[in-house]
């Protein structure tokens, strides 16, 4: 016993010093009993991404999927599989063994997290992925499809790369928070405790070695929003095919009802303003600025108005807020957004927000931070108003009390514009045509 201790203690010494190398050869020696075949099926794609459905990314990756089945033939991979559906297939474990343990409690306490993932190469031991034109990528953080997998998964591949968050440009976090260390190739990170969290500084490494194998794939790369194209354009300069395809939603389901009745529907107060708040973990969200919208409700003095959060355990004993969890439902999601007045969202770290797109499509107005990607979407004072200031929550409960004060035709106006602008330039329809466009671009 104590030899085998004193082995695994080497181990973990020489894995400390050596990672990447040790990485390298483990994936290379897993990696060379399965090499990917040659043949090709010209329309097939793999999507992959952690989740099926659970959160935008997972979502939008799961309706356009969705969509695409009648034309391509399409297979979503994912880590975790909450959903039923025959095309989605989930990523076998990667089969633990003492050296594999080894690199993963490595990577995590070491800074090298973001390569922790070695899961996807069972993707290798898969027909249809290995016989797919083009592998569409999404969200890869959480830990089952390294970087350093890409020279191996990717070979011969046509990759197309959706990215939802800022993880791409740096080398740790999935949003840069005003941080503009990704420029200069991170290191000295300001604050390691940043999703996803590391213990040791390693982003310069990380952020060196993973530029270096994305470059080498030359992916196309898609984003949400103008804002992002631009900080992938300067973190990638020698990447040529990149491009904005919004976000899209599904306006079937998102679309505006009547106001009165959806709110008898779910028994909300018809003599009240309802302020909807909509994130993971609700005002337990730093990111999505829930300590603002928590002190909002605090200092709520106006019995007129309730507070209504959605994605949080039941948080207040304020008499004037409501919680609900979690909703998955999008027909429930979408009733709720007709019920509610205005959707306030005080974020501070975003692309092109899910949560505002599907509230204005339902004419529900929105008062959000002028931030990353939201101003391509909110035309401020016509469909939605966007705050400069969105650290304070005083200039949030101005405009939130101007708005709730306007005429009621002035209201009406701005509901219609936000349905519209949703309508004619976010739908889901809009968006699958963009990438059905792509796709047959690569293949061609």
Known sequence: ?????????????????????????????????????????????????????????ANLAFALTEEIMDL???????????SN????????????TVFSDLLVKEAKKSG????????????????????????????????????????????????????????????????????????????????LSIYPPILKDKTKEVLKLKKKWIQQMNPTVITPSYWLEQRVRIAYPALKNIKTIPNGIDTTIFHPKNKIESKKALNFPLDK??????????????????????KIIQENT?????????????????????T???????????NLYNACDVLLY???????????????????????SKLGGIPEIITNKEDGFLITNYENKKEFIDILHAYLNLPREKIEMIEFNAAQKIKNDFSLTKMVASYLKLYKDVIA
């Not at 909509?278 to 990111?287: D, G, K, L, S």
């Open 273 to 294: 303003k309802l302020i909807l708040f909509v994130a993971e973990f609700a005002t337990n969200n730093p990111f999505k600025g829930g300590s603002i919208l928590r």
């Open 112 to 191: 090298w997290i973001e390569f922790n993932g070695l899961d996807a190469l069972n993707l290798l031991k898969n027909n249809f992925y290995q016989t797919a034109k083009i592998v569409h990528l999404h969200n890869l953080h959480g830990d089952f499809f390294s970087p350093a997998l890409f020279p191996y998964l990717l070979k011969n591949k046509k990759t197309i790369w959706t990215i939802h968050d800022e993880a791409f440009i740096t080398g740790h976090c999935s949003c840069t928070l005003g941080c503009e260390k990704w420029k200069m190739g991170c290191g000295n990170c300001p604050d």
């Open 346 to 368: 005080p974020t501070q770290a975003d692309n092109s927000p899910l949560v505002v797109l599907e509230a204005m499509a339902c004419g529900t107005p929105v008062i959000a």
């Open 302 to 322: 106006n019995k007129n108005i309730v507070f209504i959060t959605v994605g949080g355990k039941n948080e207040s004993s304020f008499e004037n807020h409501l």
């Open 324 to 334: 609900f969890p979690f909703i998955s439902n999008r027909e429930e999601l979408a």
């Open 72 to 82: 391509l033939d399409a297979k979503y991979f994912v880590k975790y599989k909450n």
């Open 1 to 57: 016993m104590k030899i085998k201790k004193m082995i695994i203690k080497l181990l973990e010494f020489l894995i400390h010093k050596y990672f990447i190398f040790f990485l390298k050869s483990f994936i290379y020696l897993k990696g060379s009993k399965n090499n990917l075949k040659q043949r090709t099926n010209q329309n097939s794609i793999a999507v992959i991404n952690t989740f099926d459905q659970a959160g935008g990314a």
């Open 85 to 96: 559906k025959p095309w989605i297939e989930k990523i076998i474990d990667f089969k633990s």
